[in-house]
C-alpha cells in the first residue's frame, strides 16, 4: 500500500489498453507514475469480459497498438478476429516486454478524486486507503467498464446462480445439463448465446431489440495478408489514422440510391462475403445520413437473417427492424442465427411480452413464468460516462463531473473538462470513442496528453485547464454534426438510451477519426488553442 498522502507526478485509473499505453508514455517523459486497476489483473474489457465466445470484431492486424514497430513485427495472432484469451495474453505480454506491472496497484478501486485549488494537485483516494496526491490526473476508465443490469427488480431473489458477461467468473462456468436464460442480444449476448447453447440442456434468449449482425467469416488468419501488413505497416496504421472509423477501408464516391438494384445487391453481398464491420457501412456515402438510403442495406441483412434460420416465424423476430442499420453498435457474429435452428434454443420477443420481473425461479414476462437454473445477463454497460461518475470527482469550486454531466456529457475534445485542470479522460465522450477502432483512438488521446504534459514541462506550466467558451463551442460542434446523420434515431447506447433518467445525448464524436485527429493536433499547434495554461 502507498504511504498516506504520497506525492508523485500522475495517477492513471484503469490499466487496460489506454492506462498501459499511458503509463508508458507518461514514464517516458520522465514523471512518477501510478495506476490503480479495480480487476485483480491487468487488460481491462480483455481481462473483465472473459465469457465463451468473446472476441473483437476488429481484424487482429487492426486491433493491436501501433508504438512499439518491433512488437508489431513479432507478435504472431492466430486468427482474423482474436478471441479474449490471445488479446489478454497479447496485453499481458506488452506490460511484460515494458516493465509496467511495477507500476499498476491491483484489486485497488479510486473513489474519490478531490481538486486542490491551493495547490493545483489531485488528491486520489481508494477503497484500499490509498491516499495520493498528484500533478495529473488521467481517467483511462473504459467506455464499456462499467457493467448495465435489466432495471426490472429481483435478479437478487434469482436462486441459481448468475452471470454477468462483463464480470464473467475467471474458472468458467458449467452450463451441461442446465435450463439457461440469457436476457440480452448485443455483441455480448450474439458472441455467448452459441456457447451457452452448445452446452446447456435447454437455452431461452430473451431479445428485446433484434441486432443487425453480419457474419465474420472468422478463421486462422491469411498469411499473405500478414505478410502485406507486416511489410507495409506504417502506412497501414497511417491509413487507419486518417479514416473514418480507425479502420482503412476504401471510401465510397456514390450515394446508395445512385445505383441500380442488382448493382447494389453484389456490391452488399461482397461486403459481407468479407466479414468485416463496416463494409457494408461504408459501401455508399449516405448510408448513415439518408433513411431511405440506409433502409437498402437494412433490408439486405434482413435477407440474411432468413437465409439462416430455417423457421420463418423465429426469423421474422430476429430480423432487425425499427430503426437503421448502423445506429446502434452493429454485431459481428459467429454462428447466432444458426444457434436458433437448434431444438434446445428458444427465442422470446421482448417486444410482444414485457420483462416484468426475475424471480425465484426464473423470469417472468407480461405472458407467464419461465423456469431456470442459470441466468446470464448481457445487458451491456453504462457506456461512456459510467465509469467516471462512480467516481467523486471534484473540481474547481467543488463540482462534481456528476452534477457537470447531468444533462449530458460536456467536454472540450473529450479529453478535458472546464473547472477540471490537469484531468484527462482517454475516448472521452466527445470524441469518436466507441465509433472507432479504439485502439487507434486510445493511442492518439495518449499520445496528445504525453506530448502536452512535455510542452507544459517544457514551457513552465503546471497548470491546464480547458475553457468554458472551448468546452461550450465543441460540444455544440459534436452534437450538430450528430444530429446531421441517422445516430439518434435509435435507442442506443451511444445516445445513453439504455440507462434509464441518463441524458439523451450523442456521446462519441461522429465527425471521423481523421478530422477529430487534425482538430485535435491543430489544437495543439496553435499552443493549446481553447486551454488557460498556468
Ligand atoms: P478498459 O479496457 O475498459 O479498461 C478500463 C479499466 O479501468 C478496467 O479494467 C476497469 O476495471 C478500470 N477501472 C474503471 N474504473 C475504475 C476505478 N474507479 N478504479 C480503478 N479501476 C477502474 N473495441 C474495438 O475497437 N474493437 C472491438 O472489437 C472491441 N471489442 C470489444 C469486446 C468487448 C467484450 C467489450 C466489452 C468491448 C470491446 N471493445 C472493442 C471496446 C474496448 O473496451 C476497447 O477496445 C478497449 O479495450 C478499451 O480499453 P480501455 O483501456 O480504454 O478501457
Ligand atoms: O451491450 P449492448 P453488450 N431488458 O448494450 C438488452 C462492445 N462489445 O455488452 O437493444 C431487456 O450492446 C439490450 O436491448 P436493447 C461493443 O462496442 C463488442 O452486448 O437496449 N433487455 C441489448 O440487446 C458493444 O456495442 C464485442 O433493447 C435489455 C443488450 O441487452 C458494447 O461492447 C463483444 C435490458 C445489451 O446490448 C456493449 O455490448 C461484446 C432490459 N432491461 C461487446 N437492458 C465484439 O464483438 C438491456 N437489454 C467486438
Keep these: 500500500m502507498a504511504n498516506a498522502a504520497e506525492e508523485i507526478d500522475a495517477v492513471v485509473v484503469g490499466a487496460g489498453f489506454s492506462g498501459l499505453y499511458m503509463l508508458h508514455k507518461l514514464r517516458e517523459k520522465g514523471l512518477s507514475v501510478k495506476v490503480f486497476e479495480a480487476g485483480a489483473g491487468i487488460g481491462g474489457t480483455w481481462y473483465w469480459n472473459t465469457y465463451p465466445g468473446a472476441r473483437c470484431d476488429v481484424e487482429s492486424m487492426d486491433y493491436s497498438y501501433s508504438f512499439d514497430p518491433e512488437l508489431e513485427q513479432e507478435w504472431e495472432w492466430t486468427e482474423k478476429y482474436p478471441g479474449q484469451p490471445e488479446i489478454l495474453s497479447y496485453l499481458q505480454h506488452v506490460a511484460d516486454r515494458h516493465d509496467l506491472r511495477k507500476d499498476v496497484i491491483l484489486e485497488t478501486r479510486v473513489t474519490h478524486a478531490t481538486f486542490d485549488e491551493r495547490t493545483s494537485r489531485w488528491t486520489v483516494r481508494t477503497d484500499q486507503g490509498h491516499e495520493v496526491s498528484a500533478q495529473y490526473c488521467v481517467m483511462a476508465t473504459g467506455c464499456l467498464s462499467q457493467p448495465k443490469f435489466p432495471e426490472v427488480p429481483g435478479l437478487e431473489t434469482f436462486a441459481g446462480p448468475w452471470y454477468h458477461t462483463g464480470l464473467w467468473p475467471k474458472e468458467g462456468v458449467d452450463f451441461s445439463g442446465r435450463r439457461v436464460g440469457v436476457i440480452g442480444t448485443g455483441s455480448s449476448g450474439i458472441q455467448v448465446i452459441p456457447f451457452v447453447a452448445d452446452e446447456a440442456a435447454d437455452l431461452t434468449v430473451f431479445q428485446r431489440t433484434p441486432n443487425y449482425v453480419l457474419a465474420s467469416f472468422n478463421g486462422p488468419i491469411d498469411q499473405d495478408r500478414v505478410r502485406d501488413t507486416k511489410a507495409n505497416y506504417p502506412q497501414a496504421r497511417e491509413a487507419a489514422r486518417q479514416s473514418i472509423f480507425g479502420i482503412a477501408v476504401d471510401m465510397p464516391t456514390q450515394s446508395a440510391l445512385e445505383v441500380s438494384d442488382e448493382e447494389r445487391r453484389e456490391v452488399y453481398q461482397r461486403g459481407w462475403e468479407r466479414g468485416h464491420l463496416n463494409a457494408i457501412l461504408q459501401a455508399y456515402t449516405d448510408l448513415i445520413f439518408n433513411e431511405e438510403s440506409n433502409e437498402t442495406a437494412a433490408a439486405f441483412i434482413r435477407d440474411q437473417v432468413h437465409a439462416r434460420v430455417n423457421d420463418p416465424a423465429t426469423a421474422a423476430k430476429l430480423e432487425p427492424r425499427g430503426y ?44 407467464g413464468d419461465y423456469a431456470f437454473d442459470t441466468l446470464v445477463i448481457a445487458t451491456g454497460f453504462d ?27 460536456d467536454t472540450y475534445l473529450g479529453l478535458a473538462l472546464a473547472g477540471f485542470p490537469n484531468l484527462f479522460v482517454i475516448t472521452g465522450p466527445g470524441s469518436p470513442s466507441v465509433l472507432s477502432n479504439m485502439i487507434v483512438s486510445i493511442e492518439q488521446h495518449v499520445e496528445w496528453i504525453s506530448d502536452l504534459v512535455g510542452y507544459m514541462s517544457a514551457n513552465g506550466h503546471s497548470v491546464i485547464e480547458a475553457e468554458a467558451a472551448a468546452e461550450k463551442e465543441w460540444t455544440e460542434h459534436v452534437r450538430a454534426v450528430g444530429d446531421m446523420t441517422l445516430f439518434t434515431k435509435a435507442d442506443s447506447y451511444y445516445i445513453g438510451a439504455n440507462v434509464p433518467g441518463k441524458a439523451r445525448v450523442l456521446m462519441p464524436y461522429v465527425g471521423g477519426v481523421a478530422g477529430y485527429r487534425q482538430k485535435c493536433e491543430e489544437v495543439a499547434s496553435a499552443g493549446y488553442a481553447g486551454f488557460e495554461l498556468k
Excluded at 442499420?325 to 410482444?352: A, I, M, S
Design 324 to 367: 437503421p442499420y448502423g445506429t446502434k453498435r452493429p454485431c459481428l457474429d459467429t454462428r447466432y442465427y444458426e444457434t436458433f435452428n437448434r431444438d434446445n434454443v428458444h427465442l422470446v420477443d421482448l417486444r410482444e411480452e414485457a420483462l416484468v420481473e426475475i424471480t425465484e425461479s426464473g423470469v417472468r414476462t407480461t405472458a
Design 383 to 409: 457506456a461512456m460516462t459510467g465509469a467516471i461518475q462512480n467516481i467523486d470527482i471534484t473540481g474547481k469550486d467543488g463540482v462534481s463531473v456528476r452534477d457537470k454531466w447531468q444533462d449530458g456529457p
